[in-house]
């Protein structure tokens, strides 16, 4: 079975800094692949990076990089120089072997402050 | 399409009815899924598609959920005799391969009175 887990409820930043949101996972499987996703009020989940985990180097795209720590099985989004359209709700989730299969967190909401 | 449609985008029902909802994936994407999110909840799987394969229905949460998947594209998730617990946004996502990343449409609103 597979396991998400996002500790923080609710995070605030202020504009143009940065910012961690904390996933940690739990998985048997060898072969996984881990996200982030994005979903304003408007309710559309916009993805937002992807880490394999046989990827050596961390992702990045943008504004947002994964702080990918294997032995830890952590998968931190950094999301640098906060803007006010960051503030959503924010969704780490993973697939395994059965690819299929993708197993969210409960968010985390950011809200940045001017 | 450009991107995933669902319809509708909100949907009204009284408990005990049935209810139809559509999802039209990104043209050229084998694999299909629809989850249900809870108000201020996560993503709960309910089931996908891949290509001609048998779908994957272990996350339906009983025998009144269904969905079947036409010619490889057009989804429909069939609810019947509606409880008030089934009230949620259901999302549907498409993927251009089994596990690559899924894209997501914006959701059909889902109120059980």
């Known amino acids: 079975a597979q396991k998400i887990t996002q500790t923080q409820p609710g995070m605030f930043v202020q504009e143009k800094e940065a910012v961690t949101l904390d996933c940690t996972y739990d998985t048997s499987d060898q072969s996984y692949g881990l996200f982030w996703y994005k979903q304003p009020s408007s309710g559309e989940m916009i993805f937002l990076i992807y880490q394999g985990s046989y990827d050596e180097q961390n992702a990045t795209e943008g504004r947002y990089s994964l702080n990918f720590q294997k032995a830890r099985k952590s998968a931190n989004l950094v999301i640098s120089a906060s803007q006010l359209g960051d503030s959503a709700m924010y969704f780490c989730?993973?697939?395994?072997?059965?690819?299929?299969?993708?197993?969210f967190g409960d968010g985390t909401t950011l809200t940045v402050k001017p | 399409g450009a991107g995933v449609s669902q319809s509708p985008s909100n949907k009204v029902t009284e408990k005990g009815k049935d209810v139809e909802l559509r999802c039209d994936p990104i043209s050229g994407h084998t694999a299909l899924y629809w989850y249900r999110q809870s108000l201020g909840q996560g993503l709960e799987f309910l089931i996908y598609?891949?290509?001609?394969?048998?779908?994957?229905k272990s996350g339906l949460p009983s025998d009144r959920f269904s969905a079947e998947r036409t010619g490889g594209s057009v989804s429909t998730l069939t609810i019947q005799r509606t409880q008030q617990e089934d009230s949620a946004v259901y999302l549907c996502?498409?993927?251009?391969?089994?596990?690559?990343?899924?894209?997501f449409g914006a959701g059909t609103r889902l109120s059980v009175l």
């Open positions: 989730a993973m697939r395994g072997t059965n690819a299929g299969k993708s197993t």
């Open positions: 996502a498409s993927s251009q391969r089994w596990g690559d990343i899924q894209y």
């Open positions: 598609f891949q290509g001609n394969s048998a779908p994957d």
